[in-house]
Protein backbone atom coordinates (compact mmCIF):
# COMPACT_ATOMS: atom_id res chain seq x y z
CA UNK A 1 0.00 0.00 0.00
CA UNK A 2 1.29 3.30 -0.93
CA UNK A 3 1.14 5.91 2.00
CA UNK A 4 0.50 9.76 2.16
CA UNK A 5 2.41 11.60 5.09
CA UNK A 6 -1.08 12.44 7.32
CA UNK A 7 -1.48 8.10 6.65
CA UNK A 8 1.73 7.32 8.21
CA UNK A 9 1.30 9.63 11.11
CA UNK A 10 -2.23 8.37 11.43
CA UNK A 11 -1.23 4.96 11.14
CA UNK A 12 1.68 5.12 13.88
CA UNK A 13 -1.00 6.08 16.18
CA UNK A 14 -3.24 3.38 15.75
CA UNK A 15 -0.69 0.44 15.21
CA UNK A 16 1.21 1.33 17.89
CA UNK A 17 4.33 1.90 16.28
CA UNK A 18 6.76 3.20 18.39
CA UNK A 19 10.34 3.55 16.14
CA UNK A 20 10.48 4.69 12.50
CA UNK A 21 14.04 3.81 10.69
CA UNK A 22 14.40 6.56 8.02
CA UNK A 23 17.01 4.46 6.23
CA UNK A 24 19.64 5.55 3.41
CA UNK A 25 22.71 3.99 1.73
CA UNK A 26 26.24 5.15 1.08
CA UNK A 27 27.80 5.18 -2.24
CA UNK A 28 28.66 1.82 -2.14
CA UNK A 29 25.23 0.43 -1.31
CA UNK A 30 25.55 0.04 2.46
CA UNK A 31 22.36 0.38 4.28
CA UNK A 32 22.24 3.21 6.70
CA UNK A 33 19.71 4.44 9.23
CA UNK A 34 18.33 6.93 12.06
CA UNK A 35 15.09 5.94 14.13
CA UNK A 36 13.08 8.67 15.43
CA UNK A 37 10.03 8.64 17.67
CA UNK A 38 6.32 8.79 16.13
CA UNK A 39 6.08 12.92 17.55
CA UNK A 40 8.84 13.69 15.31
CA UNK A 41 7.03 12.55 12.05
CA UNK A 42 5.44 15.88 11.20
CA UNK A 43 9.16 17.71 11.40
CA UNK A 44 10.62 15.52 9.40
CA UNK A 45 7.95 14.89 6.55
CA UNK A 46 8.15 19.50 6.66
CA UNK A 47 11.38 19.75 7.02
CA UNK A 48 13.79 16.72 7.34
CA UNK A 49 15.74 15.59 10.03
CA UNK A 50 19.60 15.83 10.25
CA UNK A 51 22.73 14.02 10.38
CA UNK A 52 26.19 14.04 10.33
CA UNK A 53 27.17 13.28 6.56
CA UNK A 54 31.22 13.22 7.83
CA UNK A 55 30.54 10.36 9.45
CA UNK A 56 29.70 8.41 6.26
CA UNK A 57 32.10 7.49 3.80
CA UNK A 58 32.13 9.54 1.03
CA UNK A 59 29.63 11.73 2.17
CA UNK A 60 31.94 15.03 3.26
CA UNK A 61 34.36 16.42 5.55
CA UNK A 62 33.73 18.04 9.35
CA UNK A 63 33.63 21.32 7.39
CA UNK A 64 30.44 20.27 5.27
CA UNK A 65 28.91 17.99 7.50
CA UNK A 66 25.21 18.56 7.72
CA UNK A 67 22.79 16.79 5.78
CA UNK A 68 19.03 16.05 5.98
CA UNK A 69 16.79 12.97 5.75
CA UNK A 70 13.51 13.19 4.15
CA UNK A 71 11.22 10.20 4.78
CA UNK A 72 9.13 8.88 1.73
CA UNK A 73 5.92 7.88 2.63
CA UNK A 74 5.23 5.65 0.07
CA UNK A 75 7.83 3.64 0.89
CA UNK A 76 6.51 3.02 4.73
CA UNK A 77 7.62 -1.06 5.66
CA UNK A 78 7.14 -2.97 8.54
CA UNK A 79 10.34 -4.77 10.52
CA UNK A 80 8.66 -7.84 11.31
CA UNK A 81 11.79 -9.22 13.49
CA UNK A 82 10.82 -6.30 15.77
CA UNK A 83 8.27 -6.04 18.63
CA UNK A 84 4.45 -6.52 18.05
CA UNK A 85 4.28 -4.16 20.71
CA UNK A 86 5.71 -1.30 20.42
CA UNK A 87 6.44 -1.72 16.61
CA UNK A 88 9.28 -0.54 14.53
CA UNK A 89 8.80 0.50 10.42
CA UNK A 90 11.37 1.68 7.96
CA UNK A 91 10.79 4.38 5.55
CA UNK A 92 13.35 4.84 2.82
CA UNK A 93 14.59 8.59 2.25
CA UNK A 94 16.20 10.92 0.14
CA UNK A 95 18.93 13.03 0.62
CA UNK A 96 19.44 17.09 0.64
CA UNK A 97 21.91 19.93 1.55
CA UNK A 98 20.44 22.17 4.69
CA UNK A 99 19.80 24.68 1.41
CA UNK A 100 17.62 22.08 0.06
CA UNK A 101 19.55 21.57 -2.64
CA UNK A 102 19.81 17.78 -3.80
CA UNK A 103 23.00 16.10 -2.09
CA UNK A 104 25.05 14.69 -5.36
CA UNK A 105 25.46 11.09 -3.19
CA UNK A 106 22.35 10.07 -2.80
CA UNK A 107 21.93 7.15 -5.31
CA UNK A 108 18.62 6.45 -5.30
CA UNK A 109 17.62 9.92 -6.60
CA UNK A 110 20.10 9.26 -9.41
CA UNK A 111 18.04 6.25 -10.12
CA UNK A 112 14.88 8.64 -10.08
CA UNK A 113 16.17 10.72 -12.79
CA UNK A 114 16.76 7.75 -15.17
CA UNK A 115 13.72 6.19 -14.77
CA UNK A 116 11.95 9.71 -15.55
CA UNK A 117 14.10 10.15 -18.58
CA UNK A 118 13.68 7.10 -19.60
CA UNK A 119 10.11 7.92 -19.15
CA UNK A 120 10.48 11.24 -21.14
CA UNK A 121 12.15 9.00 -23.72
CA UNK A 122 9.14 6.88 -24.06
CA UNK A 123 10.39 3.82 -22.35
CA UNK A 124 10.27 1.95 -18.79
CA UNK A 125 12.90 -0.36 -17.88
CA UNK A 126 12.01 -3.36 -15.34
CA UNK A 127 14.37 -5.06 -13.11
CA UNK A 128 14.11 -8.59 -11.93
CA UNK A 129 16.95 -9.56 -8.82
CA UNK A 130 19.07 -12.65 -8.14
CA UNK A 131 21.45 -12.50 -5.51
CA UNK A 132 23.06 -15.55 -4.19
CA UNK A 133 24.65 -15.50 -0.62
CA UNK A 134 26.88 -18.15 1.30
CA UNK A 135 25.51 -19.26 4.95
CA UNK A 136 28.31 -20.13 7.32
CA UNK A 137 28.66 -21.36 11.05
CA UNK A 138 30.01 -18.70 13.71
CA UNK A 139 32.45 -20.05 15.87
CA UNK A 140 32.71 -20.31 19.59
CA UNK A 141 33.09 -16.42 19.98
CA UNK A 142 29.63 -15.76 18.07
CA UNK A 143 32.24 -14.59 14.82
CA UNK A 144 31.40 -15.90 11.40
CA UNK A 145 33.85 -19.12 10.57
CA UNK A 146 35.00 -20.26 7.14
CA UNK A 147 32.81 -22.90 7.69
CA UNK A 148 29.60 -23.21 5.45
CA UNK A 149 26.35 -24.70 6.57
CA UNK A 150 26.32 -27.89 4.25
CA UNK A 151 28.26 -29.76 1.54
CA UNK A 152 24.98 -29.11 -0.58
CA UNK A 153 25.05 -28.62 -4.15
CA UNK A 154 22.56 -27.23 -6.80
CA UNK A 155 19.05 -27.50 -5.66
CA UNK A 156 19.55 -29.75 -3.76
CA UNK A 157 17.42 -31.22 -0.79
CA UNK A 158 17.25 -31.31 3.03
CA UNK A 159 18.55 -33.43 5.15
CA UNK A 160 21.21 -32.07 2.73
CA UNK A 161 20.83 -28.91 2.02
CA UNK A 162 21.21 -27.54 5.86
CA UNK A 163 19.68 -24.04 4.43
CA UNK A 164 15.58 -24.75 3.43
CA UNK A 165 14.49 -23.48 6.80
CA UNK A 166 16.14 -20.09 6.79
CA UNK A 167 14.96 -19.97 3.12
CA UNK A 168 11.86 -20.24 4.17
CA UNK A 169 11.87 -17.86 6.71
CA UNK A 170 13.28 -15.08 4.93
CA UNK A 171 10.99 -15.47 2.49
CA UNK A 172 7.91 -15.21 4.65
CA UNK A 173 9.35 -12.46 6.16
CA UNK A 174 9.90 -10.45 2.69
CA UNK A 175 5.79 -11.23 2.73
CA UNK A 176 4.66 -9.58 5.67
CA UNK A 177 7.06 -6.35 4.52
CA UNK A 178 5.24 -6.57 1.25
CA UNK A 179 8.06 -8.06 -0.74
CA UNK A 180 7.27 -11.69 -2.73
CA UNK A 181 10.14 -13.94 -3.71
CA UNK A 182 9.42 -15.96 -6.98
CA UNK A 183 11.36 -18.74 -6.19
CA UNK A 184 14.36 -19.83 -3.81
CA UNK A 185 16.93 -22.54 -3.38
CA UNK A 186 20.26 -24.15 -2.89
CA UNK A 187 23.01 -23.03 -5.00
CA UNK A 188 25.95 -24.69 -6.37
CA UNK A 189 28.14 -23.58 -3.83
CA UNK A 190 28.63 -25.53 -0.43
CA UNK A 191 25.79 -23.59 2.03
CA UNK A 192 25.54 -21.32 -1.25
CA UNK A 193 21.44 -19.88 -1.50
CA UNK A 194 19.44 -18.22 -3.92
CA UNK A 195 15.74 -15.86 -3.48
CA UNK A 196 14.83 -14.18 -7.25
CA UNK A 197 12.11 -11.94 -7.23
CA UNK A 198 9.59 -11.05 -10.46
CA UNK A 199 10.31 -8.10 -12.44
CA UNK A 200 9.36 -4.63 -11.09
CA UNK A 201 9.80 -0.93 -11.62
CA UNK A 202 12.96 -0.09 -11.56
CA UNK A 203 13.07 1.87 -8.14
CA UNK A 204 11.27 -0.68 -6.64
CA UNK A 205 13.06 -3.56 -7.69
CA UNK A 206 16.34 -1.62 -6.10
CA UNK A 207 14.12 -0.80 -3.21
CA UNK A 208 13.86 -4.65 -2.65
CA UNK A 209 17.16 -5.44 -2.91
CA UNK A 210 18.65 -3.65 -0.30
CA UNK A 211 15.56 -4.94 1.89
CA UNK A 212 16.22 -8.28 0.78
CA UNK A 213 20.10 -8.31 1.97
CA UNK A 214 18.59 -6.85 5.06
CA UNK A 215 16.50 -9.46 5.91
CA UNK A 216 18.88 -12.37 4.87
CA UNK A 217 21.44 -11.15 7.42
CA UNK A 218 18.76 -10.42 10.37
CA UNK A 219 17.07 -13.89 9.76
CA UNK A 220 20.65 -15.68 9.77
CA UNK A 221 22.41 -13.92 12.49
CA UNK A 222 18.60 -15.25 14.60
CA UNK A 223 19.50 -18.54 13.60
CA UNK A 224 23.30 -18.61 14.89
CA UNK A 225 24.28 -17.91 11.00
CA UNK A 226 26.09 -15.77 8.87
CA UNK A 227 24.95 -14.66 5.54
CA UNK A 228 27.82 -13.52 3.17
CA UNK A 229 26.90 -11.59 0.26
CA UNK A 230 31.08 -11.04 -0.78
CA UNK A 231 32.01 -12.02 -4.42
CA UNK A 232 33.93 -14.55 -3.58
CA UNK A 233 33.71 -15.91 0.06
CA UNK A 234 35.75 -19.12 -0.70
CA UNK A 235 38.37 -19.36 -3.35
CA UNK A 236 37.54 -23.05 -4.22
CA UNK A 237 33.56 -22.19 -4.88
CA UNK A 238 31.26 -20.66 -6.94
CA UNK A 239 31.43 -16.38 -6.30
CA UNK A 240 28.25 -14.91 -5.50
CA UNK A 241 26.47 -13.23 -8.44
CA UNK A 242 23.96 -10.55 -8.62
CA UNK A 243 22.11 -11.42 -11.78
CA UNK A 244 20.10 -8.28 -13.48
CA UNK A 245 17.01 -9.06 -15.37
CA UNK A 246 16.35 -6.00 -17.69
CA UNK A 247 13.11 -5.92 -19.98
CA UNK A 248 11.48 -3.41 -22.11
CA UNK A 249 8.28 -1.57 -22.01
CA UNK A 250 6.75 -0.86 -24.64
CA UNK A 251 8.82 -3.63 -26.69
CA UNK A 252 8.13 -2.25 -30.19
CA UNK A 253 10.02 -4.36 -32.04
CA UNK A 254 13.17 -6.75 -31.66
CA UNK A 255 15.14 -4.40 -32.81
CA UNK A 256 14.78 -2.34 -30.45
CA UNK A 257 15.25 -4.61 -27.88
CA UNK A 258 18.19 -5.87 -29.68
CA UNK A 259 19.69 -2.03 -29.54
CA UNK A 260 19.09 -1.88 -25.96
CA UNK A 261 21.54 -5.13 -25.09
CA UNK A 262 23.97 -3.41 -27.87
CA UNK A 263 24.21 0.22 -25.40
CA UNK A 264 24.97 -2.64 -22.59
CA UNK A 265 27.62 -4.48 -24.35
CA UNK A 266 28.97 -0.68 -25.29
CA UNK A 267 29.15 0.58 -22.09
CA UNK A 268 30.02 -2.28 -19.98
CA UNK A 269 33.53 -1.79 -19.76
CA UNK A 270 33.13 1.76 -18.32
CA UNK A 271 29.99 0.45 -15.92
CA UNK A 272 32.48 -1.73 -14.48
CA UNK A 273 33.74 -0.13 -11.43
CA UNK A 274 30.31 0.18 -10.24
CA UNK A 275 28.90 -3.43 -10.90
CA UNK A 276 31.76 -4.75 -9.43
CA UNK A 277 32.71 -2.52 -6.87
CA UNK A 278 36.18 -4.34 -4.38
CA UNK A 279 38.76 -6.46 -5.43
CA UNK A 280 37.26 -9.77 -4.75
CA UNK A 281 34.67 -9.22 -7.43
CA UNK A 282 37.64 -10.10 -9.85
CA UNK A 283 38.52 -12.65 -8.35
CA UNK A 284 34.81 -14.27 -9.44
CA UNK A 285 34.84 -13.47 -13.05
CA UNK A 286 36.22 -16.00 -15.45
CA UNK A 287 35.10 -19.07 -13.64
CA UNK A 288 31.96 -20.71 -11.97
CA UNK A 289 29.56 -19.46 -14.56
CA UNK A 290 30.60 -15.68 -13.95
CA UNK A 291 31.47 -13.83 -17.11
CA UNK A 292 34.75 -12.79 -18.40
CA UNK A 293 34.07 -11.63 -21.76
CA UNK A 294 31.64 -8.64 -23.61
CA UNK A 295 29.59 -11.58 -25.63
CA UNK A 296 26.22 -12.34 -25.55
CA UNK A 297 24.00 -15.37 -26.95
CA UNK A 298 20.23 -17.50 -25.92
CA UNK A 299 20.46 -19.10 -22.85
CA UNK A 300 24.31 -19.40 -22.70
CA UNK A 301 25.62 -19.18 -19.00
CA UNK A 302 29.28 -18.61 -20.31
CA UNK A 303 28.45 -15.50 -21.48
CA UNK A 304 28.26 -11.87 -20.22
CA UNK A 305 24.44 -11.27 -21.21
CA UNK A 306 22.13 -14.35 -21.76
CA UNK A 307 18.67 -14.26 -23.33
CA UNK A 308 16.61 -16.40 -20.99
CA UNK A 309 13.61 -18.81 -23.27
CA UNK A 310 11.15 -16.71 -22.12
CA UNK A 311 8.27 -15.16 -24.45
CA UNK A 312 5.85 -11.85 -24.14
CA UNK A 313 6.45 -9.69 -20.97
CA UNK A 314 8.84 -12.59 -19.74
CA UNK A 315 11.21 -11.85 -22.65
CA UNK A 316 14.49 -10.21 -20.90
CA UNK A 317 18.38 -9.77 -20.93
CA UNK A 318 19.84 -11.72 -17.90
CA UNK A 319 23.74 -9.33 -17.30
CA UNK A 320 25.66 -11.95 -15.27
CA UNK A 321 28.86 -10.03 -14.47
CA UNK A 322 27.20 -7.73 -11.48
CA UNK A 323 28.12 -9.03 -7.78
CA UNK A 324 25.76 -8.44 -4.63
CA UNK A 325 28.49 -5.72 -3.55
CA UNK A 326 27.30 -3.30 -6.35
CA UNK A 327 25.07 -0.49 -5.42
CA UNK A 328 22.02 -1.55 -6.85
CA UNK A 329 20.44 2.15 -7.63
CA UNK A 330 23.98 2.85 -9.27
CA UNK A 331 23.49 -0.55 -11.44
CA UNK A 332 20.14 0.19 -12.65
CA UNK A 333 21.03 3.95 -13.41
CA UNK A 334 23.88 3.11 -15.63
CA UNK A 335 22.10 0.06 -17.50
CA UNK A 336 19.20 2.41 -17.98
CA UNK A 337 21.25 5.09 -19.56
CA UNK A 338 23.29 2.27 -21.72
CA UNK A 339 20.06 1.18 -23.00
CA UNK A 340 18.62 3.87 -23.28
CA UNK A 341 22.14 5.11 -25.79
CA UNK A 342 21.79 1.81 -27.79
CA UNK A 343 17.63 2.33 -28.64
CA UNK A 344 18.46 6.42 -30.19
CA UNK A 345 21.24 5.77 -31.68
CA UNK A 346 20.35 2.32 -33.04
CA UNK A 347 22.93 0.25 -32.21
CA UNK A 348 23.40 -2.78 -33.96
CA UNK A 349 23.82 -5.69 -32.07
CA UNK A 350 26.93 -8.23 -32.85
CA UNK A 351 26.75 -11.55 -33.94
CA UNK A 352 25.70 -14.19 -30.60
CA UNK A 353 28.89 -16.53 -29.55
CA UNK A 354 27.33 -19.45 -29.46
CA UNK A 355 29.79 -21.28 -27.68
CA UNK A 356 31.16 -21.97 -24.37
CA UNK A 357 33.57 -19.73 -23.83
CA UNK A 358 34.88 -21.69 -20.39
CA UNK A 359 35.93 -24.61 -22.82
CA UNK A 360 36.41 -22.44 -26.11
CA UNK A 361 40.05 -22.47 -27.76
CA UNK A 362 42.38 -19.35 -27.49
CA UNK A 363 42.11 -18.81 -31.00
CA UNK A 364 38.55 -17.79 -30.07
CA UNK A 365 39.18 -16.10 -26.80
CA UNK A 366 41.63 -13.79 -28.16
CA UNK A 367 38.50 -12.31 -30.94
CA UNK A 368 36.52 -11.79 -27.56
CA UNK A 369 36.74 -8.20 -25.38
CA UNK A 370 37.19 -8.57 -22.08
CA UNK A 371 35.84 -7.20 -19.03
CA UNK A 372 38.45 -5.30 -16.89
CA UNK A 373 41.04 -7.40 -14.84
CA UNK A 374 40.90 -5.32 -11.39
CA UNK A 375 39.53 -2.87 -9.59
CA UNK A 376 42.02 -0.41 -10.72
CA UNK A 377 41.71 -1.04 -14.70
CA UNK A 378 38.47 -0.47 -14.25
CA UNK A 379 38.17 2.60 -12.23
CA UNK A 380 40.43 3.46 -14.71
CA UNK A 381 38.12 3.05 -17.67
CA UNK A 382 35.35 4.69 -15.79
CA UNK A 383 37.50 7.61 -14.92
CA UNK A 384 37.80 8.35 -18.69
CA UNK A 385 34.36 7.61 -20.22
CA UNK A 386 32.53 10.32 -21.40
CA UNK A 387 29.36 8.11 -20.66
CA UNK A 388 29.69 7.66 -16.93
CA UNK A 389 30.62 11.20 -16.56
CA UNK A 390 27.66 11.85 -18.38
CA UNK A 391 25.49 10.23 -15.88
CA UNK A 392 27.68 9.71 -12.59
CA UNK A 393 28.17 12.71 -10.58
CA UNK A 394 31.91 13.84 -9.95
CA UNK A 395 31.66 13.33 -6.42
CA UNK A 396 30.48 9.67 -6.75
CA UNK A 397 33.32 8.80 -9.71
CA UNK A 398 36.19 9.93 -7.33
CA UNK A 399 34.66 8.21 -4.51
CA UNK A 400 34.91 5.27 -6.44
CA UNK A 401 37.95 6.12 -7.83
CA UNK A 402 39.74 7.07 -4.87
CA UNK A 403 38.50 4.19 -2.69
Known amino acids: MKYTSEEVIQYTREEDVKFIRLTFCDVFGKQKNIAIMPQELPRAFADGISFDASAIRGFGDETHSDLLL ?190 MIAGILKNIGVMTAFLNPCEASYRRLGSFKAPKYVSWSHENRSQLVRLPAALGEYRRAELRSPDPAANPYLAFTLMIYAGLEGIRNRLPLCAPLDVNLYTASQEVLSACEKLPEDFRKACEKAAGSDFVKAHIPSEILDIYCRA
Open 70 to 259: HPEPETLMPLPWRPEHGRVMQMLSSITRPDGTPFPCDTRSLLKKAVTDARDAGYEFTFGAEQEFYLFLLDENGRPSAEPIDQASYMDIAPDDCGENVRREICLTLEQMGIYPESSHHEEGPGQNEIDFRYADALTAADQTLAFQRVVRTVAHRNGLFADFSPKPLSDAPGNGFHINMSLRPLLDSETFSS
